[in-house]
């Protein structure tokens, strides 16, 4: 069964400072997808960034971009010139690309990121 | 609105008593997914339909649950003799199957607090 760690309960940074989470995760799969998902307070969860294994290039999407080591397994998450909006819980998430699992999505226990103005 | 949908969003019951969520997923999405979420913690799986057949049940889903998605549309997850031990958050997700790394929708959950 596959595990995904997040080591950093909470995080803090300064409003327009850069922040990274950690996120480990372990499979004997080769193929697979990971995820950061965002959880602001009482809203639903939306995802933030998707890296698919097959792809040496790290995603990236406007201030938030990942570092991708597949042989270390990690999957680190950067946000740059953080926001006050960026202020919730972030998970990190692992799927496998094979159909027959359904899609289903493994959490890390996640890790609060507060942003101080 | 045509995000997932969960109601009611939030349920307080007596220890004991029997209580049912909906969830209404996106229309053209034929995978539906329930997560329970506790304080603090990250999401873990539940059971997963690919329209109107569940595909799957983890172990953390006990004889007490049941969840159904009729006709392959809006799903319901029953809990019954409620323990304080299910007050959690429960999240509906819904994705489409085709297409690689095709992203799930959640909806805003269903709080349950059971005394």
């Known amino acids: 069964a596959q595990t995904v760690t997040q080591s950093q309960p909470e995080m803090s940074v300064q409003e327009a400072e850069t922040v990274t989470l950690s996120c480990t995760y372990d499979?004997?799969?080769?193929?697979?997808?990971l995820f950061w998902y965002k959880q602001p307070p009482s809203r639903q969860m939306i995802l933030v960034i998707r890296?698919?294994?097959?792809?040496?290039q790290n995603a990236t999407e406007n201030r938030f971009s990942v570092n991708f080591q597949k042989a270390a397994k990690s999957f680190s998450l950067k946000i740059s010139d953080s926001q006050l909006g960026d202020a919730a819980m972030y998970f990190c998430?692992?799927?496998?690309?094979?159909?027959?699992?359904?899609?289903?999505?493994?959490f890390g226990g996640g890790t609060r990121v507060l942003v101080k103005p | 609105d045509t995000g997932v949908s969960q109601n009611p969003r939030h349920k307080i019951t007596k220890r004991g008593q029997n209580v049912t969520f909906r969830c209404d997923p996106i229309s053209e999405h034929n995978r539906l997914y329930w997560y329970r979420q506790t304080l603090g913690q990250g999401p873990e799986f539940l059971t997963y339909?690919?329209?109107?057949?569940?595909?799957?049940k983890s172990r953390l889903l006990s004889d007490r649950f049941s969840a159904e998605r009729p006709k392959g549309s809006f799903s319901t997850l029953e809990i019954q003799r409620t323990e304080q031990g299910d007050s959690a958050m429960y999240l509906c997700a819904s994705s489409q199957r085709t297409g690689m790394g095709t992203e799930a929708f959640f909806g805003q959950g269903t709080r349950l607090t059971v005394v």
């Open positions: 499979t004997s799969e080769s193929d697979y997808y």
């Open positions: 890296q698919e294994a097959y792809k040496q």
């Open positions: 998430a692992y799927r496998s690309a094979q159909d027959a699992a359904g899609n289903k999505l493994t």
């Open positions: 339909f690919q329209n109107e057949a569940q595909l799957e």
